[in-house]
């Protein structure tokens, strides 16, 4: 149980440094070299960045869990 929690924890946490370099902050972000300032610049908040935002939420979420479930597995052991 351990050895799968690890390997989810670092699936999530890889994902979620991906999705969080994707934003587009205030400098724009990297979402704007694959053609995302295009896209904010037609609508303010377009349906991908929602997208992005809730595949970030989702991730956060699943990486808090691993880390809540591995601190009682190792402190049970």
């Known amino acids: 149980m351990i050895i799968t929690l690890s390997i989810v924890l670092i699936v999530a946490s890889l994902l979620l440094v991906v999705l969080v ?5 205030k400098g724009g972000g990297l979402s704007s070299m694959f ?10 908040s377009s349906v991908v960045e929602r997208n992005l935002d ?4 989702v991730s956060g979420i699943v990486w808090a ?4 479930g591995l601190g009682l597995l190792y402190k049970a052991s």
């Open 21 to 25: 370099l994707l934003h587009r902050g």
């Open 35 to 44: 053609g995302g300032s295009l896209y904010s610049s037609l609508s303010g």
């Open 54 to 57: 809730r595949l970030t939420i």
């Open 65 to 68: 869990i691993c880390i809540i």
